[in-house]
């Protein structure tokens, strides 16, 4: 059974950086890709922000420009790079598998794998 085993996050001022890291570890299918989720305080819907799947990737457009996902295969991580970062990225923030939605340009949640989440505050 494999897990996502996440790392970052923290209490960041406005306009300040930080990364997120998963990586894989144990057994997934190897036609899942990885997908970045964010929950909003007092909120209880996850909304995909980034995912990677092949080489293909999806950024919601509210961080098009700030956000960039990477991965290091030698590693079996993901990385979200989060730049210029803003209160409204405030949020508990999931790593999970996904598959690659050509028709509609985006990425769907798949499976029940996730991480066990990582908070982002972003505050003077």
């Known amino acids: 059974q494999g897990q996502l085993v996440q790392s970052g996050g923290g209490l960041v001022q406005p306009g300040g950086s930080l990364r997120l890291s998963c990586q894989v570890s144990g057994v997934i299918p190897t036609n899942y890709g990885i997908g970045w989720l964010r929950q909003a305080p007092g909120k209880t819907s996850r909304v995909t922000i980034s995912?990677?799947?092949?080489?293909?990737?999806f950024y919601a457009e509210s961080v098009k420009g700030r956000f960039t996902i990477s991965r290091d295969m030698s590693k079996n991580t993901v990385y979200l790079q989060i730049n210029d970062l803003a209160p409204e990225d405030t949020g508990t923030y999931y790593c999970?598998?996904?598959?690659?939605?050509?028709?509609?340009?985006?990425?769907?949640?798949?499976?029940?794998?996730w991480s066990q989440g990582t908070q982002v505050n972003v505050s003077s």
């Open positions: 995912c990677i799947d092949k080489d293909k990737t």
């Open positions: 999970t598998t996904i598959v690659y939605v050509q028709e509609y340009n985006t990425c769907a949640v798949v499976d029940n794998y």
